[in-house]
Nanobody
Framework: QVQLVESGGGLVQAGGSLRLSCAAS????????MGWYRQAPGEQRDLVAT???????IYADSVKGRFTISRDNAKNTVYLQMNSLKPEDTAVYYC?????????WGQGTQVTVSS
């Protein structure tokens, strides 16, 4: 079994920064990818950023140049550095890990950006 625990969400003013963390624990053989999704009220859950084991990254167009995804392999932890935050970034942010052939989700962390 694999558990993902997110942290780092909160309330910030527009233009500010936050860093989210997601630590994976449990039976982990090979992490193929880790990433972040977000879901605003009444909206679908959308990809924010993904980091593959080979180093390839994918970002949503709306966050390119502002958000950076990184990973500490020794800690099985993925980070999302969010700069120049905007009110439209307000959402619950979810971590996802693809381990082997299975996908795992964290419980989500709220990010609120005030104008």
């Amino acid at each position: 079994q694999v558990q993902l625990v997110e942290s780092g969400g909160g309330l910030v003013q527009a233009g500010g920064s936050l860093r989210l963390s997601c630590a994976a624990s449990g039976t982990i053989l090979s992490i193929n990818a880790m990433g972040w999704y977000r879901q605003a009220p009444g909206e679908q859950r959308d990809l924010v950023a993904t980091l593959y084991s080979g180093g390839r990254t994918i970002y949503a167009d709306s966050v390119k140049g502002r958000f950076t995804i990184s990973r500490d392999n020794a800690k099985n932890t993925v980070y999302l550095q969010m700069n120049s935050l905007k009110p439209e970034d307000t959402a619950v942010y979810y971590c996802k890990a693809v381990i082997g052939w299975s996908g795992y989700w964290g419980q989500g962390t709220q990010v609120t950006v005030s104008s």
